[in-house]
């Protein structure tokens, strides 16, 4: 007893659990209070890629081809401890590389969110490779990537089916270039977030998509074309297990090489979704062509499919234009190389009812809040008539090149609409999920009160959304607008991932007139993002006085009904 009553008296032992305790509560608060979007419950094996094997490389992780430039990189005031920097030095096109992470197991009826950082000098593909009970294994493109050099992050929610047994994620680039990665994570049953509805798919419209031939060297009602000069070779093949469609193409100068099935009948502002499985050492484009009511030819690029070694599954959703009576979705070669096609699929997934809306509409907004489109933009808004949606940032509010609050009450007095940009301007898809909570709650608090209206509209800043950042959006606003480029249809239509047309420095009145014409053919939504009017034009985005005018004059001529986002969203909401 004497011994232990000598002890409790020795300081240390008071000290020691008071320094545990305050070093405990440290790291609650800083981790309550760091923004950095992490999960705890990550299941995917060095998802941080800071374990290192003997040739410091990340454990678990494959790079492919092994020749490939790479390095796990300690950066001093980086967060993590390491970042992977792969490097593509090989000038020759097509020549894939690819990073492939650890197995991971999933379970049936579970849903999981695969999230990471990157900065990229190239664009690259999310692969998402499945790996299934039987031994088979399936690659789906699950997201497309541009180059960007500031920190952003891929991202992919889903249900494996019961037939799967692990996963695992592949970044696959094929042009010169850097790719810098870190902080990959994957939670199962993530809390707070939202999945875009996915269409229902039933009949495949393309014919003879299994490539059944009768004579066994071409499938019936398949042929391959080829037009301008260049040399091409097209095979059936079918001494791979499943028969594919191969195109090579040789000394290409101009035109193009693909195979082409019978077209389908369809009718105008139909929505199809694409699917096909390919292989190929170049990149090739996904084209749908149209025979139009009037006999004429109308070509659109769904998408540009990066090189893939192994077979590669890509869907992709379009919409038919006006007036189309037939349609043709194929896979096209634009240059020397190699390309092999399987399991073509054209489902119709269009929305029961009108194709179109009753009308067509446009919507003028400006983000950011700039007292340059205050200064600039607001008077010749008034010249023309029209009223804007302003995307504001409560943050930045009477601060330097920011309006001010005067500026704010002004702007909603005059009849444009205010609305919410966050509080303060940050990728909200790199944030953690209370960080996200803060920002948009706090920003529907000021225009809630600003406004005195419970329905206010949202806008992402830098474009950057997600599952999360739309499941927490869609708690306090009535729309989230990010900087995805298209039309706005009654077929595509998502309050919660409206489509723009992104107005940069070099963006021409042509440019504004061709978007418009679409808008009128099809009864479509157009939304213009501005951001700067200055005569300082340096930097982007930024849109000078003098063109800003010219663009409204175009605007004006266009006989189109101008009106903000809550107004026109209104207008939609009584045609569903």
Avoid: C
């Amino acid at each position: 007893m004497s011994k232990l009553l000598r002890l409790l008296k020795n300081p240390l032992v008071m000290i020691i659990p008071v320094i545990l305790l305050l070093a405990f509560v440290w790291h609650q608060y800083t981790g309550a209070q760091s923004q950095i979007n992490v999960s705890q419950t990550n299941i995917l094996p060095n998802g941080g890629l800071d374990e290192l094997d003997a040739h410091g490389f990340p454990t678990g992780w494959r790079l492919s081809p092994a020749s490939a430039g790479v390095t796990a990189t300690t950066i001093a005031g980086y967060d993590s401890p390491r970042l992977l920097v792969i490097t593509n030095s090989s000038d020759t096109p097509g020549a894939n590389t690819s990073l492939t992470s650890p197995l991971v197991s999933v379970e049936t009826g579970q849903q999981y969110l695969y999230k990471g950082f990157y900065k990229s000098t190239v664009p690259f593909n999310l692969i998402l490779r499945a790996n299934y009970r039987d031994g088979t294994q399936k690659l789906t493109i699950v997201g497309q990537y541009n180059s960007n050099q500031q920190w952003a992050t891929d991202s992919y929610l889903f249900k494996p089916d019961n037939a799967i047994q692990t996963v695992q994620f592949v970044y696959s680039f094929a042009t010169k270039g850097e790719l810098q990665i870190d902080n990959n994570y994957l939670e199962p049953n993530p809390s707070d977030v939202y999945q875009l509805s996915q269409p229902t798919l039933t009949t495949n419209l393309v014919p003879n998509p299994a490539l059944a031939s009768s004579d066994g060297t071409t499938p019936d009602g398949w042929d391959s074309f080829t037009s301008g000069d260049q040399q091409t070779t097209a095979n059936y093949v079918t001494n791979d297990g499943t028969p594919y469609l191969r195109t090579q193409v040789s000394n290409y100068k101009n035109g193009e090489a693909k195979w082409e099935y019978t077209p389908i009948s369809i009718q105008g502002n139909q929505a199809f979704e694409f699917q096909v499985t390919y292989r190929s050492d170049s990149p090739i484009d996904v084209i749908a062509e149209y025979v139009l009511s009037s006999g004429q030819r109308q070509f659109a690029t769904v998408a540009t499919l990066l090189p893939a070694k192994d077979w590669t599954t890509y869907s992709g959703t379009f919409e038919a234009p006006a007036g189309a009576s037939s349609l043709l979705a194929s896979v096209v070669l634009h240059g020397n190389g190699t390309m092999a096609m399987k399991d073509y699929a054209v489902y119709d997934i269009s929305k029961p009812g009108a194709r179109t809306w009753e009308r067509p509409l446009v919507s003028l907004t400006f983000d950011d809040g700039w007292q340059s489109a205050y200064v600039n933009g607001v008077p010749l808004l008034d010249e023309y008539g029209f009223k804007a949606t302003f995307y504001l940032n409560p943050s930045a509010l009477d601060t330097s090149v920011f309006v001010s609050s005067d500026e704010v009450t002004a702007l909603e007095k005059d009849g444009h609409e205010l609305a919410s940009h966050g509080y303060e301007h940050l990728d909200f898809t790199t944030l953690n999920k209370s960080s996200i909570n803060y920002q948009l709650e706090h920003a529907y608090q000021y225009f809630k009160q600003v406004r005195n209206e419970q329905t206010i509209d949202f806008a992402t800043p830098f474009g950057g959304t997600d599952s999360q950042v739309t499941s927490y959006a869609r708690k306090y606003y009535a729309s989230l607008r990010s900087t995805q480029s298209g039309l706005n249809t009654r077929q595509n239509f998502n309050p919660y991932n409206l489509l723009v047309l992104y107005i940069g420095r070099d963006t021409t009145p042509a440019t504004i007139a061709d978007a418009l014409s679409e808008a009128k053919t099809n009864n479509g939504w157009l939304i213009l993002v501005y951001h700067r009017i200055d005569t300082i034009t340096q930097g982007d985005p930024v849109t000078s006085p003098t063109k800003f005018q010219q663009q409204l004059d175009v605007l004006k001529k266009s006989n189109l009904t101008v009106m903000p986002v809550s107004s026109a969203l209104r207008e939609i909401d009584r045609q569903s």
